[in-house]
């Protein structure tokens, strides 16, 4: 039995559906199972990483679980909580999603959010491997209104270039640690094949959609607006601020080679990404 909690997010929902067609049994931890759409077959429980009992009767009888814990800056010790659930079920093997630049204090306080979880993972004394993806790629499915309306895409890292990762690699990746032997005790920083900016997807985007894709750079206060009007707090926004100004500066232009470790094959780029869900971006009816 394997858990998979984040189960309807971008990274869990593919987890699940992978392991449901590899022949595995998957328990999905999630906040509302009726709603869910899981694939058939799968075990869906009521639950959320922030209560801790419903978390313990989700782990009870698992023999892997896939740990997705951190929303924002209220749910380090959260995560530490799903470990230490886990170790205490008897979970033997466990695959933590984190995040590129934990632990670097030059990332500012989102790099500390998942500082807890792994550390905790370090102790557990179980099989573990940690994923630390870059940023996604399908991040700019939000640019998709205004892609169709012919509006400018909103940027808040300038030119600031990041290893853009397609969230299917990282699944995969997550999905060959729970059921391979070989990743045990490794930390994977996953990335795309190349460093791309904001300006730089607008680009791939644009010559995909036979139109430009304009880009608008947000001041600091425009950011934090538009931030506010998708629902993130004051809290999250100061924290992520930080990080963004590391982005802006070429922090993150990072590419490694841990998909193809992982997986055997080139990370896939943003291109193929974009190609893929090119019909987000077309203007309907």
Known sequence: MILVTGATGTIGREVVRQLVAGGEK?????????GARLPSGVEAVRGHHRDRS???AAMAGADAAFLVGVFGPDDAEHDRGLVE????AGVGRIVKLSGIGTGDPAVGPVGSWHMAGEQALRDSGVEWTILRPSAFAS?????AEAVRAGTPVPNTSGTGGQG???????STAAVTALVEAGHAGRTYTLTGPEVLS?????AVLAKLLGHPVEVRD???AEARAYLLGLGFTD?????SEISREYVRNGGNEIVTDDVRQVLGRPARTYREWAQEHKSAFLQRG
């Open 218 to 220: 947000l001041s600091t």
């Open 198 to 202: 904001v300006p730089d997807q607008a």
């Open 235 to 239: 809290t999250f926004i100061d924290a």
């Open 139 to 143: 991040n700019t499915l939000g640019w």
């Open 85 to 88: 659930a886990a170790g205490a």
């Open 54 to 56: 419903s978390v313990e």
């Open 26 to 34: 998957v328990r999905a931890l999630t906040r509302d199972p009726e």
């Open 164 to 170: 853009v990762v397609d969230p299917c690699d990282v």
